[in-house]
């Protein structure tokens, strides 16, 4: 079984920085990729970033692009999430995900049900 624990989230102020990680373990971890969503009190779950962890490919939404930065350390099995410039309509929960099945283009992995595990999940507030 497979379990991600992200760690870093927080309240800053508009303009500051927060890094994400989010720690997978499981006896025979092997992703597709892995990548982030978010839910903000009140609405759905959007997505935000994903990498593919072969390769170190990342896709963007496009809210993210610019100010997220999504890598992956494959040694420590460990995804972040650089978030700079953040707003406070970046308010929400972000969840990691990950996927474990192939045959799909990363860059289309924008959807919720295209990852089969998600982590508990971090409170990232931004104060205006």
């Known amino acids: 079984q497979v379990q991600l624990v992200e760690s870093g989230g927080g309240l800053v102020q508009a303009g500051g920085s927060l890094r994400l990680s989010c720690a997978a373990s499981?006896?025979?971890?092997?992703?597709?990729?892995m990548g982030w969503f978010r839910q903000a009190s009140g609405k759905e779950r959007e997505f935000v970033a994903t990498i593919k962890w072969s390769d170190g490919s990342t896709h963007y939404a496009d809210s993210a692009k610019g100010r997220f930065t999504i890598s992956r350390d494959n040694a420590k099995n460990t995804v972040y999430l650089q978030m700079n410039s953040l707003k406070p309509e970046d308010t929400a929960v972000y969840y990691c995900?990950?996927?474990?099945?192939?045959?799909?283009?990363?860059?289309?992995?924008?959807?919720?049900?295209?990852?089969?595990?998600w982590g508990q999940g971090t409170q990232v507030t931004v104060s205006s």
């Open positions: 499981g006896r025979t971890f092997n992703p597709y990729a």
């Open positions: 995900v990950a996927r474990t099945s192939f045959g799909v283009s990363y860059y289309l992995l924008t959807r919720a049900n295209d990852y089969n595990y």
